[in-house]
Nanobody, 123 residues
Framework: QVKLVESGGDSVQPGGSLRLSCTASGFTRSHYSMGWFRQTPGKEREGVASIDSYGTAYHANFAKGRFTVSKDAAKNSLYLQMNSLKPEDTAMYYC?????????????????WGQGTQVTVSS
C-alpha cells in the first residue's frame, strides 16, 4: 500500500508563492510516476504537473512558466513550486502516484492518492 501525504498549502495573495510537498512511502516496485492534481468544487479534477521515474517533468499549459515540479528520489518526495499565483489557482491540490503512466496529466492513470492540501489565493 502506497501512502502519500501532502503539505504546504496555505492562503496567499495574488502574485504570491507556495511550495507544496508530498512524502511517499510503501513503494515496492519501480517505474513510479508522481504528479500533482487539483480540484475545485463543481469542476473535474485536472492535472497540474507530474514527473516520471527518470525525472522528466510535465506541466499543464496553465502551469507553464509559473509552476515547477521536482522530486527527490532518495527521499521519495515530490514538490511543486508555485509562483505568481492567481485566484483561479485556488483549489485542493492532491499528490498522486502510478506505475507505467502514459498520459502523465490524466488522473485516470494514477492509482494512489493523498488526502490533499488546500491552496487559496485571494486579496
Amino acid at each position: 500500500q502506497v501512502k502519500l501525504v501532502e503539505s504546504g498549502g496555505d492562503s496567499v495573495q495574488p502574485g504570491g508563492s507556495l511550495r507544496l510537498s508530498c512524502t511517499a512511502s510503501g513503494f515496492t516496485r519501480s517505474h513510479y510516476s508522481m504528479g500533482w492534481f487539483r480540484q475545485t468544487p463543481g469542476k473535474e479534477r485536472e492535472g497540474v504537473a507530474s514527473i516520471d521515474s527518470y525525472g522528466t517533468a510535465y506541466h499543464a499549459n496553465f502551469a507553464k512558466g509559473r509552476f515547477t515540479v521536482s522530486k527527490d528520489a532518495a527521499k521519495n518526495s515530490l514538490y511543486l513550486q508555485m509562483n505568481s499565483l492567481k485566484p483561479e489557482d485556488t483549489a485542493m491540490y492532491y499528490c498522486a502516484a502510478g506505475r507505467y503512466v502514459a498520459d502523465m496529466l490524466s488522473d485516470r492513470e494514477y492509482t494512489d492518492w493523498g488526502q490533499g492540501t488546500q491552496v487559496t489565493v485571494s486579496s
